[in-house]
């Protein structure tokens, strides 16, 4: 289960713009303090004090580079919600241990930053107010992706049980 407060973007925001590539080999910590500073630094403050997103079309459309992924998950990001993803940020996001979700009916609502969400990853339902969302529940893979961290966490997690 995840359960946190939604930071809200809109439509088409780009893993350019979540961070940008001279970032890209910064350390977790200098991620973190950079991520969305495209957008603004209130949309960094924003990001890092709320660890579910709530955005719109197209998250993370426009680059392959798994930085944007790491760069969200080291600023203490969860779980993201959207439209739509692109499918590079997609896979770039769960390897990095952070939760997608494409719930188009809670994404063209009207959340707003600092609103509860709670996420039932093995009933597939997310709690918005007084409304349920159903969604796909995640594999058992990308559940223990996701417990654990990282891919390259649950990969060591496999080696030591071998």
């Known amino acids: 289960m995840i359960r946190g ?3 809200t973007f809109g439509d088409h925001v780009s893993a350019d713009v ?10 977790p910590e200098g991620m973190a303090e950079t991520v969305l500073m495209e957008m ?4 960094n403050r924003k990001v890092r004090s ?4 709530v955005a719109g079309e197209a998250f993370g459309y426009g ?3 798994e930085s944007p992924a790491r760069a969200l998950r080291a600023a203490g990001v969860k779980a993201v919600i959207a439209k739509t993803f692109s499918r590079l940020f997609f896979r770039n996001a769960i390897n990095n241990g ?17 609103d509860e969400i709670t996420i039932e990853l093995t009933k597939g339902l997310i709690r918005w107010k007084d409304r349920t969302f159903p969604f796909p529940p995640v594999t058992d893979v990308v559940a223990n992706i996701i417990a654990a961290g990282n ?3 649950y990969g060591r997690q496999l080696l030591a049980r071998a």
């Open 40 to 43: 603004g630094p209130e949309a």
């Open 63 to 65: 680059t392959g580079r």
């Open 151 to 153: 891919l390259i966490n």
């Open 5 to 7: 407060t939604a930071a």
């Open 98 to 114: 952070i939760l997608v979700i494409q719930c188009r009916e809670l994404a063209a609502l009207h959340v707003q930053d600092g």
């Open 18 to 27: 979540v961070l940008p590539a001279r970032h890209s080999f910064l350390p």
């Open 50 to 53: 709320h660890p579910i997103i």
